[in-house]
């Protein structure tokens, strides 16, 4: 169970709701299962339109999250993952703050999820 807290210039004010990590797929799906306006197109982490950033709330340290290869080569040529920053996610599990809400599944901590409802602008 994850509290998570959606926070976007779209909205009037803050949203949490409750996922149930590996019932609820993607960040994106639990966006639109709660009617949250996170913009996306493809759904499948080629457009970056579901650009958002994500802090790991609470004192626990952050669970690890893999990035997927799309996830990693879009947000890339999107300048919001550099080298250094992968390379922290990939051997010290140190999740990077912008992912793609298509692409991020919701694990069982609570989470902050902002986005301006730009397309791919955070
Ligand atoms: Fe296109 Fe997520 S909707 S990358």
């Given at each position: 169970?994850?509290?998570v807290t959606f926070s976007g210039l779209t909205l009037p004010k803050?949203?949490?709701?409750y996922a149930v990590a590996g019932d609820t797929g993607t960040l ?95």
């Open positions: 169970m994850a509290n803050d949203i949490t709701v994106l799906a639990v966006a639109k299962q709660n009617n949250v306006p996170i913009p996306f197109q493809c759904q499948d982490g080629e457009c970056g339109s579901c650009l958002v950033k994500v802090t790991v709330l609470g004192d626990n340290p952050p669970m690890a999250s893999a990035l997927t290869e799309k996830e990693k080569v879009t947000l890339s040529v999107n300048g919001k993952l550099d080298k250094a920053t992968l390379y922290a996610a990939e051997t010290n599990d140190m999740p990077p703050a912008y992912r793609l809400a298509c692409q991020y599944v919701v694990r069982s901590e609570d989470i902050l999820v902002e986005f301006t409802g730009e397309p791919g602008v955070e």
